[in-house]
């Protein structure tokens, strides 16, 4: 299994690939693309993995609704895993299961992935609005409209459509436990909805060995989709604030106001 951040995932594969003596299930857990190269992890690890060893890696991934300390308190929970062999992430499902841990299975590893990082993305423009102490009706309208340019920007990168729909534990469970819930990538908003500069909100969570891993995912998602043609205004403001110092206040004001050019209201 692999717990560790997206842009350290390149470094262990090479530390332990040349170790394995057989046929071995990597399990990720991480959520997000590599730094500088924009890959997607299950591409990093299968080529670090098959360089450093000559035996099969079966990649799969896990996402969810998942809170770390109230996986650890037992609470019931629910993710998806998914391996390109569904036999593998049968196998993983039934290893995992607990009375308190459902699991779901597929072959869309893209979209798991994806679901997975694109809901840290939208959980720290989340976090911009319990900084300002908006009303959380407010926070919905946002995470509803970027739910609808995420989806659209994880289709064209090729996930299935059904991983972004309502049933899905990957994306619907983890973007709302992640958007509304006591997570780091939204406490990383909230401290720059508060007044705080981004990189003083970096080192506050760093300070409590805490990471967000949607900071640079966000910067790396937006490119993709500015490559490919897609408009992702919500992406933009959030790159904006992320990397630019645009005021939170008036990125806020701007989440709704437009898509595809048209104003909303």
Known sequence: MLAVPGQYIRGCVQGFAPKVKRDVIILNVAKALEQNTNAFLHDVVEEEFHKGSKFTCYFACLAGGMIAE???????????VACANIAVSQHLADLFSTNTFKIGITKDVIGVELAGAFKNVLAIGAGFFDGLGLAVSSKAAYVSEGSREMRDLAVMLGAQPETFGLGSYAWLGDLLTTCFGD????????????GMRVEDALKFLADQRKHSEGYLTTNAFFLLAQSRGLHTPILQILCEVLFQEKPVKKAVGEFLMKRNGQSKF
């Open 183 to 194: 997570s780091r990538n939204r406490l990383f908003g909230e401290l720059i909805g508060k």
């Open 70 to 80: 109230e996986v650890t308190q037992g609470s019931p929970i629910a993710a998806d």
